[in-house]
């Protein structure tokens, strides 16, 4: 049970303030965010606050998400699981109704997310957090912001599918905007990302590899139809007790070993273990927002953080790509350099490659008639997570 | 960094520059309020909107209330949404105000819409106006008999407000039950939710001075409603299953089968992507199966695999979440995560908070396992850019090689921190040293040469400054410079800011005095006239301290600032295991994240529902516990004038020995006011009235004589399953607690306690379980009345170190608590505790 909800900019200004409850006072938006910004932990500065604090009595969560602070404040003694998922999903709906997720579009839209607010929570009571329930009950109309000012899609642009290339902008459509039939698009995306954690030692030996894998989707299409979506069949869950470090014949044959797998709300398993087919009634499960990517060749040092940062625009495979880079210190040292200077750290994307081999089998749409026919985007990207080799 | 966008949104509101602007709004919603124009409704839209976003950034619209309600009239839902948030937001400041909205507000209640009478119903709710609560209770009542299931989910919700707005008419109007009935029969399913949310807040806040609510509220934890909510669990929102469960948690099941039984329901809620219901569904597994040992091991290993992947598929905040459940997971089963250490190491773009609490994952498992791999990966840590995380990484190794009695390796590392001649680092590892020094002298000739070779002029932080200190000083016979590094430290007294650091100096220097007297007593000197002249109360006082001492008797100032020491074997830990096990029935929820208890962080009524109603806090005084409320620093000084096992003895000692701290004298004051609490419900001797007049009248309990204790009789046969212990233990309030002294002899026979148990058992009190180790013993004792079934349940704390006894006395009849307690006293008494 939450009292208040609001959102901040990154300069603290208030965006959208909701008081569910009052019981919390007027000034916390201040004080949550004094504290955020001046965070000091055993006297340092420089810590960054962590998500769930209690600043007399009020506790105080946020996450951040597009460059805003998303608040709760409440003095129960809740779940602060519950309360992070629910921020989360806050701005997931508001994405999915605005379309984009900006400073921008939510004060150009502040009528409607309140009225997202109000059914979203009651007397700080979470009531539904579906897209697709909340529509009967939303009346205003998204004003869309500008695309041409939103920062560009990167990697997203890469993606093709044979020859059609995906339309960019289609993530950053609102699930209710144009909904005049015949107009709208019926299109369906379907991600696979895959995120990969790697740390090699400073001889080269891997020290922990993992991969960190979701499948995402979004649909416009109308009428909720049931999806299907068919998974390898050599699909095994669990390990049976061994640790994830102990490696045995995952690889190869085309098999497929998770450790463990979690399943949104919507997904019914019933012929899952059967034959590794997940069913669904059409909604917005998750979206899909990847960073900009690297401009041309450039290396540069950052004094601020220590860091040389080197970005290659594109590398082909098999090829292979060098830096030089001198290290002048200031005063004299004497301790161990090489530990001084690393790790270094890669962050790439492989557009339509995944590490772990899981495939999209097929992806059935319940019809509704002989020419419906609606675009499906199957998507694959692997995404360094955190890909470090010790020096 | 956000472009200045305000000047370039046209259609978004721009700041008002000051009240101009709400008047011009005022009038122009006047003129539009009569208007039957067509377009009207557009142009109100976008006024609407102007005044809502002032709202928004806390410019004072109220004045506009009038005219806004005047505007309402209109049958554009995006409008009537408008106004309703408007009003709710300014009838709590202009009640007179409001009531102007209730004509409409109650119209709309009746619309044909269900949408629109389910808004309508909501606002007129969310109005929180005391003196409009009369016409809220008729649409509420109507709302909650709805045929739609929208006005129904917001008509409960209605009832919840309308009872924090006015508790007596909420209840007068008889809604709880109404509820009670719609949460078993509706078939919405948030309908049923929001009745159970409604009905816990409600109980729940009634509970603490009505018994009947009390008893609703845990007619909740039911077994029919229990089973009827888990068997349609997965029909409800995640949301609701979270409520659901958080309920289940508190249910006390009659048996194994049924434990198993509602196991294997919720197993696959274990699958769910939503982390707060996977913790939810933990709670469950953890708190069902406490009394079975074999089954909770294996839900340890049953949670594993999700809980690890909940921290690396959520976002960095929940995975913060789930890290600190883990964390407290760990803490009880140390071996749980052993073989999946790994997944606690660092990656390189976590947040700070993800890291640090793996740093504490990593720190825990290896006290037990692992302890090389761990290590060395932590002291890669202690060379990363990232400043806070290093200082971490290096009090990790240190909370490691404190742990562990094989500390060759880890000793070395952290001497080659300080070769890395970072300042920061520096500063960890000597604070680190010290304390490792203080618990493994024979390491002191390894350590001394490296910190021998540290220049105090790199050394800022005073922390660090100040266990250099105390090292040169406890040390100063091995350390060549010794004297000569202090010299020169008391000849700059004046630069040194920090007391701490000050009061280091003069005792480090009295401590190079006794062992090299000729070279020191010159820095001495120098150090007791500054420290005397010091303006820090503290430093002053020590320094006249030291030098009477000195003036006094030579040999005796050294027997009380450096007599020799004992290692420390067991540094103390922050939190008593009674916190920790409070804590963890508190899973999911803040108390795992601040490592507190509720009650240390949340006013009463705010614990939520079904939070254990007693408090905790006289714990304090466990003699561990009352060592660590001495500061960090002053501890180290102490312990240089005692051994550390002393500690908490010239505390207690001193204070047992005050007469006012006899506790017999408040015991019998308070047996005798409470006796006459009994006497004046009447429950027992007639005499009462005119005992309960004499003491009015001003005469005093003195003159009269105490009442006779009113007999109970126990039963000797009693039986009390654990479980039901447990719960009833949970439900009911402490009635009674006191504390005894307890005597050397009863200290004594402590060393077997099952003679006391026996003893117990002997006076038909029987003993359910025992736990702790010396000094401090925990008993949980029950008792049944024999003519009833009727319980007394104790909780009984024995520590001999304070000699001292603290009970809790929980009663089904909290009227006989009182002469329960008398009895329990006696067979204490009798068996020479007392």
């Given at each position: ?10 300069r603290g200004d208030n965006i959208v303030l909701r008081d569910y409850r009052g019981e919390v006072q007027k000034g916390s938006t201040e004080i949550f965010f004094r504290k955020v910004k ?354 | ?555 005796i100032a050294e027997r009380v600032v450096n007599p020799p020491k004992q290692a420390v074997s067991v540094f103390a830990d922050p939190q008593s295991s009674e916190i920790k096990d409070r ?252």
């Open positions: 049970m939450i009292s208040q909800f609001f959102v901040l900019s990154q001046f965070w000091k932990e055993d006297g340092q500065e420089e810590a960054q606050a962590p998500p769930v604090f209690n600043v007399d009595g009020v506790n105080y969560f946020h996450v951040k998400i597009a460059g805003l602070l998303f608040v709760a404040t409440t003095r129960v003694n809740v779940s602060p699981s519950l309360v992070l998922e629910l921020l989360q999903r806050i701005a997931r709906v508001i994405k999915d109704y605005l379309g984009v997720l900006s400073e921008e579009s939510l004060r150009k839209n502040f009528v409607l997310v309140y009225e997202l607010l109000d059914e979203i929570i009651d007397f700080g009571y979470v009531q539904s957090t579906s897209t697709e329930v909340l529509k009967s009950y939303i009346f205003n109309e998204p004003i869309m912001v500008d695309a041409a000012r939103l920062t560009p899609l990167g990697p997203a642009a890469i993606f093709m599918q044979g020859s059609k290339r995906m339309p960019g902008t289609a993530v950053t459509k609102s699930v209710i905007a144009n909904e005049t039939p015949g107009k709208r698009r019926e299109e369906i995306f379907v991600d696979i990302i895959e995120k990969i954690s790697v740390t090699f030692s400073s001889s080269g030996y891997i020290l922990t590899s993992e991969i960190d894998g979701t499948i995402q989707m979004k649909s416009y299409l109308t009428g909720s139809p049931e999806i299907r979506i068919a998974l390898n069949e050599e699909l095994n869950i669990g390990r049976g007790g061994r640790s994830i470090y102990d490696y045995r014949s995952s690889t190869g044959s085309g098999a497929v070993i998770l450790d463990d797998c979690n399943f949104h709300e919507s997904v019914r398993l019933d012929s899952f273990d059967i034959d590794r087919t997940l069913s669904l009634v059409s909604e917005i499960l998750a979206t899909f927002e990847l960073e900009p990517g690297a401009s041309g060749q450039t290396a540069d040092f950052k004094e601020a953080n220590k860091k040389i940062e080197w970005n290659l625009k594109k590398i082909i495979g098999g090829s292979e790509q060098t830096l030089r880079a001198k290290l002048t210190f200031s005063q004299e040292f004497h301790g161990n350099i090489t530990k001084e200077s690393g790790p270094v750290s890669m962050t790439f994307i492989i557009p339509m490659y995944n590490a772990s081999g899981l495939q999209v089998k097929y992806l059935q749409i319940a019809k509704k008639s002989s020419t419906y026919n609606p675009y499906r985007w199957v998507r694959y990207v692997t995404q360094a997570n955190s890909y470090v080799a010790r020096l | 960094m956000a472009p200045p966008a305000r000047s370039s949104q046209s259609s978004s509101p721009s700041q008002p520059s000051g009240k101009g602007e709400v008047s011009d709004l005022k009038s122009q919603l006047r003129q539009l309020a009569g208007s039957r124009a067509p377009g009207v409704d557009d142009s109100k839209r976008d006024l609407f909107k102007k005044v809502i976003s002032y709202m928004t950034i806390g410019i004072d619209v109220s004045s506009l209330f009038g005219e806004m309600v005047m505007c309402s009239a209109t049958s554009d839902v995006v409008l009537k949404k408008m106004c309703y948030l408007y009003v709710g937001n300014y009838a709590k400041v202009n009640p007179d105000l409001a009531l102007l909205t209730i004509n409409f507000l109650q119209r709309d209640c009746k619309d044909e819409d269900p949408m629109i009478r389910g808004l309508a119903l909501r606002s007129l709710s969310s109005l929180r106006v005391p003196n409009l609560v009369e016409y809220l209770v008729g649409p509420l009542g109507s709302g909650l008999k709805d045929s739609n299931s929208y006005v129904r989910m917001v008509a409960v919700i209605g009832v919840l407000k309308l009872y924090h707005i006015s508790s007596a008419t909420c209840m007068d109007a008889d809604f709880p039950s109404i509820l009670k009935n719609l949460m078993i029969n509706d078939r919405d399913t948030q309908v049923v939710a929001n009745c159970l949310s409604t009905l816990q807040e409600i109980w729940t806040a009634e509970g603490s001075n009505s018994e009947e609510a009390s008893r609703e509220r845990d007619a909740l934890l039911c077994k029919p409603l229990i089973y009827y909510l888990l068997n349609r669990i997965k029909e409800f929102s995640e949301w609701a299953q979270c409520l659901i469960l958080e309920l289940v948690a508190k249910y006390v099941p009659s048996g194994n089968n049924e434990i198993f039984d509602i196991m294997n329901l919720l197993e696959d809620r274990l699958q769910h992507a939503n982390g707060a219901l996977v913790l939810a569904t933990i709670k469950v597994f953890l708190q069902l199966t406490l009394l079975m040992t074999d089954v909770h091991q294996q839900v340890y290993e049953r949670i594993k695999a999700p809980l690890l992947t909940l921290v690396s598929s959520g976002s960095p905040e929940q995975s913060y979440a789930v890290l600190g459940h883990l964390h407290l997971l760990v803490m009880r089963a140390p071996m749980l995560f052993s073989s999946d250490y790994k997944h606690f190491y660092c990656q390189y773009n976590e947040a700070f908070y993800v890291k640090k609490l793996k740093l504490e994952m990593l720190t825990a498992i290896a006290s037990e396992s692992y302890t090389y791999e761990i290590v060395t990966e932590l002291c890669e840590y202690a060379a990363n850019v990232d400043v806070p995380i290093a200082r971490e990484s290096i009090r990790a190794v240190g909370k490691i090689a404190l742990q562990q009695y094989d500390v060759n390796a880890i000793v070395d590392r952290l001497l080659q921190f300080l070769e890395m001649e970072k300042d920061y680092v520096t500063a960890e590892t000597l604070v680190l040293v010290k304390d490792l020094l203080r618990k493994y002298p024979q390491w002191s000739h390894d350590c001394i040469a490296v910190v021998g070779n540290i220049s105090s002029k790199n050394i800022q932080e005073p922390k660090a400054k100040a266990a250099l200190i105390w090292m040169l000083g406890e040390y100063s016979q091995d350390m060549q410079d010794a004297p000569y590094i202090l010299e020169s430290l008391a000849e700059n007294w004046d630069d040194e800011h920090s007391p701490e650091v000050r009061l280091h100096l003069l005792t480090a220097l009295m401590k190079c005095f006794f062992k090299r007297p000729p070279e020191s007593q010159k820095a001495l000197g120098i150090a007791l006239a500054a420290g005397v002249a010091d303006f820090h109360q503290d430093v002053h006082d020590r320094a006249l301290f030291y030098y009477r001492l000195l003036r006094y008797d030579i040999s804590i963890f029935d508190e899973f999911n929820s803040l108390s795992v994240l601040y490592q507190k208890p509720s009650y240390m962080f949340t006013d009463k009524e705010h614990r939520g529902p079904f939070e254990f109603s007693d408090e905790l806090g006289n714990l304090s005084i466990e003699p561990d516990v009352s060592a660590q409320h001495v500061e960090a620093d002053d501890e180290d000084l102490l312990l240089s004038t005692s051994e550390k096992g002393d500690v908490g003895f010239p505390l207690n000692g001193s204070s047992y020995s005050a007469p006012s701290y006899d506790s017999s004298k408040p015991l019998t004051a308070s047996n005798t006011s409470s006796d006459l609490a009994i006497l004046e419900t009447g429950v027992h001797h007639q005499a009462s009235a005119s005992l309960a007049i004499d003491d009015l009248l001003g005469l005093g309990l003195s003159t009269t004589p105490a009442p006779a204790p009113p007999t109970l009789s126990l039963n000797p046969k009693a039986i009390l399953d654990p479980g039901t212990f447990q719960q009833k233990w949970r439900q009911l309030p402490v009635s009674l607690s006191l504390e005894l002294n307890v005597s050397p002899r009863g200290v004594a026979a402590l060393t077997a306690p099952q003679a006391l148990i026996m003893h117990m058992q002997g006076n038909s009190i029987h003993c359910i379980a025992t736990g702790g180790q010396s000094p401090n013993f925990k008993f949980f004792f029950f008792a049944q009345k024999s003519e009833e079934l009727s319980n007394f349940l104790v909780e009984c704390i024995i520590s001999t170190s304070s000699s001292k006894a603290q009970m809790k006395i929980k009663a089904d009849d909290q009227n006989s608590s009182q002469a329960f307690s008398a009895l329990f006293e006696t067979a204490l008494s009798n068996f020479g505790m007392l």
